[in-house]
């Protein structure tokens, strides 16, 4: 695959999607996991579907309509369940639902033939774009930066929101950066993964890095390799078995997490012996 690597223009940007989505997938996947919030996630990347279906029946790139679509749910979330208006789980519920239902009407409506839109569902990384690749690695620069600038009050956030209020005032301004960053993710690796596997990006390779690690720092650094690997293989795998890749890569990440499981169970099984 090496060789094919650099004899084709279209292998080399799933390469650099495997790159950027890994080291985005892993910053804001490990914060996701241990503010469990994965629930969150979920609503917001089906209702990015709406932004999808509403930018295809509007001729506009589907990735602006998803980023909008998804960070105006998060908000969204976010601002009813702080303000109480109504439960999150109801509010994610809602979202999820009323986004996926928007999406399905205007792709409906969107006259002539969509053929793309199976690659937003299920994902397609062999056919990503120049544009998403640019987006993508703006966005790892950025996570990188935001988290290595605040990563003490992001720490608090994730596991102590209450403790983090009295080492910080704009906690709440924070938490809105974090859920529009992680909007932004989702919305980014659609492409690669689709609605449907995308949210698998985020918290599998976390979980991977649970069972080496309790540090957030090694969590994100170990995420974002486990992610790497398990995305890389994945591609691998589909080019050679000629399988559809979003999935493939998802099911390399839970086999990479099937095989760390059982290593963490020997290993501890071996320090008990000894």
Known sequence: ?????????????????????????????????????????GGVTHSSFGGI??????????????ACFGILSALGIQYMA??????????????????????????????????DLMSYL???????????LVALAVLAVVLIVFFLRYYRLILYIAFDE???RTFSSGVT????????????????????????????????????ALLYTRDFKNMIIISVIAGFLGMLSGLAASWYMNIPTGATIIFTLVLLWLISRGLNIAGRRDSKIT
Do not use: C, Q
């Not at 208006?85 to 809602?94: L, M, N, R």
């Open 122 to 132: 299920f994902g397609s990384i062999l056919t990503i774009k120049a544009g998403d």
């Open 53 to 66: 279906g509403i930018a295809y029946f509007f001729g506009i790139n589907p990735v602006l309509g998803a």
């Open 1 to 41: 695959m090496l060789k094919a690597l650099l004899e084709y223009d279209f292998l080399f940007h799933s390469f650099l999607a495997v790159v950027f989505g890994s080291i985005t997938a892993g910053i804001a996947g490990s914060y996701i996991v241990s503010k469990k919030m994965v629930f969150l996630s």
């Open 82 to 115: 702080s303000k109480h208006k109504v439960s999150e789980d109801s509010a994610i519920g809602f979202l999820w639902a009323f986004g996926m239902a928007v999406g399905i009407i205007f792709v409906y409506l969107t006259p002539g033939y969509t053929p």
């Open 162 to 164: 209450g403790y983090a």
């Open 173 to 208: 301004l924070y938490k809105y950066i974090l859920i529009v960053l992680s909007s932004l993710v989702i919305v980014l690796n659609i492409r690669i993964a689709g609605v449907v596997l995308v949210l698998s990006l985020l918290t599998i390779p976390p979980n991977i």
